[in-house]
């Protein structure tokens, strides 16, 4: 359990796109998804057309409800006609992604420049 003020993600703007790095090692137990979805909505913010970048670097675990919360935020940005993709997964996390066939639907990147660099163009 996080304690209070504790934040889920780091926010950071790099070359007009957001990067919004995952700060804990398990995105699920014991862990708030109407919170985890609070603080992505407000990281994201209402911006027309958002670019952004999910860094999961430091994720080595995600259960459901946090996934759902990101395809959520996927939506969402992309509904405001802007962009958005996944950076940095671990082979385990990437393997939740590619069992749920999920990574037919998004993009991914190795590294954060290069997900910076595709958003970018």
């Not at 359990?1 to 889920?8: C, D, K, N, P, V």
């Not at 259960?63 to 405001?80: Q, Y």
């Given at each position: 359990?996080?304690?209070?003020g504790?934040?889920?993600?780091?926010?950071?703007?790099?070359?007009?796109?957001?990067?919004?790095?995952?700060?804990?090692?398990?995105?699920?137990?014991?862990?708030?998804?109407?919170?985890?979805?609070?603080?992505?909505?407000?990281?994201?913010?209402?911006?027309?057309?958002?670019r952004?970048?999910?860094?999961?670097?430091?994720?080595?675990?995600?259960?459901?409800?946090?996934m759902g919360a990101?395809?959520?935020?996927?939506?969402?940005?992309?509904?405001?006609?802007?962009?958005?993709?996944?950076?940095?997964l671990?082979p385990?996390?990437?393997?939740?992604?590619?069992?749920?066939?999920?990574?037919?639907?998004?993009?991914?990147?190795?590294?954060?420049?290069?997900a910076i660099?595709?958003l970018?163009?």
């Amino acid at each position: 359990m996080r304690s209070a003020g504790e934040r889920l993600l780091l926010l950071t703007v790099k070359g007009g796109v957001k990067v919004l790095t995952f700060q804990r090692r398990d995105l699920g137990m014991g862990m708030s998804v109407d919170a985890f979805i609070s603080e992505l909505r407000q990281a994201v913010g209402e911006e027309a057309k958002p670019r952004v970048v999910l860094n999961l670097e430091n994720v080595a675990y995600i259960s459901s409800g946090p996934m759902g919360a990101l395809i959520g935020l996927c939506k969402r940005v992309r509904a405001a006609g802007g962009e958005i993709c996944f950076c940095a997964l671990s082979p385990y996390v990437f393997d939740a992604f590619r069992v749920t066939k999920l990574h037919q639907v998004f993009e991914f990147h190795p590294s954060e420049e290069e997900a910076i660099q595709a958003l970018g163009k």
